[in-house]
């Protein structure tokens, strides 16, 4: 019914930038909120940065100034930009779409795969 596809992961070094993207396809009448969560070897699921009726957002600590989240809603796609990377940055990279479908009427999460991040030299 709704599908969350990430992609624009991969392999970067120390300093550089990527761009995450989030397409979010199927039965949609809204989607009020969207995040970036990764999830680092042996460590839990974090949230990274979320954005909320377009103009609210949030960022974790360690990312801020560096990161930035951004939503296209013709396209219903979530961006991420990463500059400034770091090894601890890698990570494999979640979207999550709270999605409002026409038929349900009622928001719900759905996740994307996930796409792996890594920054190294």
């Known amino acids: 019914q709704v599908q969350v596809v990430e992609s624009g992961g991969g392999l970067v070094q120390p300093g550089g930038s990527l761009r995450l993207s989030c397409a979010v396809s199927?039965?949609?009448?809204?989607?009020?909120?969207m995040g970036w969560y990764r999830q680092a070897p042996g460590k839990e699921r974090e949230l990274v940065a979320g954005?909320?009726?377009?103009?609210?957002?949030n960022y974790a600590e360690s990312v801020k100034g560096r990161f930035t989240i951004s939503r296209d809603n013709v396209k219903n796609t979530l961006y991420l930009q990463m500059n400034s990377l770091k090894p601890e940055d890698t990570a494999v990279y979640f979207c999550r779409a709270n999605v409002i479908t026409k038929t349900a009427m009622l928001g719900r999460d759905y996740w994307g795969q996930g796409t792996q991040v890594t920054v190294s030299s």
């Open positions: 199927g039965n949609i009448f809204s989607i009020p909120d």
């Open positions: 954005i909320a009726r377009d103009v609210f957002t």
